[in-house]
């Protein structure tokens, strides 16, 4: 079993919309959750994190987190043809020390004019 | 803000040699990190070190070796390189509970 999940998409967004990616977890003790953009050819930039339960919101995207339930979802408002990129998700579980992170395998959007 | 420097950004290598990739920081962290990311995949920890002197395996070390002797630098050495080590090499660093911060990766082909 994959310690993180993501579905893989390409999850495609019309211009405009909402882009809705979501993130489950197996180690319920994570305490810290990150939400990481790759464009393609490029390195990972950190855009969210989110440590406790609830939203939070940084300009267009907005990270929910429900420990309960284990996953955590990142929502971009208002789509841009340049929020096309891999959005990678990354948890720091309970037995992740020194600063060690799990990664998903990431979920592709493509926003679509 | 350098932040993460990697060198070189593309390498060619033929079977059976070896070569350092190098990694920097500027930013005083104390935890550093060696990941692959092949086509379409996630990433990979290859090997991370948490201090200067301390290193550990993470899920993929073999055929790699890495040292830590300032807390600025973290090279990865590749002996014997073969075609599964082609890949994407990102090194990141960070401090406990903080983002990792990426260098802007090594593409490694192996002919």
């Known amino acids: 079993q994959k310690e993180v999940e993501q579905n893989s998409g390409p999850l495609s967004v019309p211009e405009g919309a909402i882009a809705s990616l979501n993130c489950t977890y197996s180690?319920?003790?994570?305490?810290?959750f990150f939400w990481y953009r790759q464009y393609s050819g490029k390195s990972p930039e950190l855009i969210m994190f989110i440590y406790s339960n609830g939203d939070k919101e940084d300009g267009r995207f907005t990270a929910q987190l429900n420990k309960a339930s284990q996953y955590v979802s990142l929502l971009i408002r208002d789509s841009q043809p340049s929020d096309s990129a891999t959005y990678l998700c990354a948890v720091k579980g309970t037995t992740d020390s020194w600063g060690k992170l799990q990664f998903g395998a990431g979920t592709q959007v493509v926003v679509t004019p | 803000n350098a932040g993460v420097t990697q060198t070189p950004k593309f390498r060619i290598l033929k079977i059976g040699q070896s070569m350092t990739l190098q990694c920097t920081q500027d930013m005083n962290h104390n935890y550093m990190y060696w990941y692959r990311q092949d086509p379409g995949m996630g990433l990979k920890l290859i090997y991370y070190?948490?201090?200067?002197?301390?290193?550990d395996k993470g899920e993929v070390p073999n055929g790699y070796n890495v040292s830590r002797s300032t807390t600025e630098d973290f090279p990865l050495r590749l002996e014997l390189a073969a075609p599964s080590q082609t890949s994407v090499y990102f090194c990141?660093?960070?401090?406990?509970?903080?983002?990792?911060?990426f260098g802007d990766g090594t593409r490694l082909s192996i002919l």
């Open positions: 180690d319920r003790g994570s305490q810290s």
């Open positions: 990141a660093s960070s401090t406990d509970n903080q983002p990792q911060h």
């Open positions: 070190s948490v201090g200067a002197g301390i290193t």
